[in-house]
């Protein structure tokens, strides 16, 4: 039975850029640096970049939390990730966004008022 989100694993060819570039991004170095996989623990979830994958935009869209989406989204761009989706607010006070990072995936973010982390097992 599937308990909920552990993991979202973004592919980075260039493994040493993404390193940086998501260690700046999230403020931190990884918790699980290799040359195969590197980790970094995010609110008690994990973010992975996997070097052997091919970056793209369609298939399953992890949305990550952030408390202001409009100044998370921002902060995106200045790093120099390219807009795919405004921030755009989808009813019940809750806002999504989603950017391209450097290395050609999709980062999505999303404010949303009703999360409530003790629900997380």
Do not use: C
Not at 63 to 81: F, H, M, N, P, S
Not at 108 to 116: K, Q, R
Request: aromatic fraction near 10%.
């Amino acid at each position: 039975m599937i308990q909920g989100l552990r993991t979202a694993i973004y592919p980075a060819p260039d493994l040493a850029a993404a390193k940086r570039w998501y260690s700046e991004l999230l403020g931190q170095t990884p918790y699980f640096d290799q040359p195969f996989y590197v980790g970094f623990s995010v609110g008690g979830f994990e973010l992975g970049l996997l070097p052997n994958a091919e970056p793209g935009i369609s298939g399953p869209q992890a949305l990550w939390g952030v408390q202001k989406i409009e100044a998370a989204y921002d902060r995106l761009l200045a790093l120099g990730a390219s807009t795919l989706e405004p921030v755009t607010d989808v009813g019940g006070g809750i806002k999504v966004a989603a950017v391209q990072d450097p290395f050609g995936n999709r980062l999505g973010i999303i404010e949303n008022p009703h999360f409530d982390p003790k629900a997380v097992r």
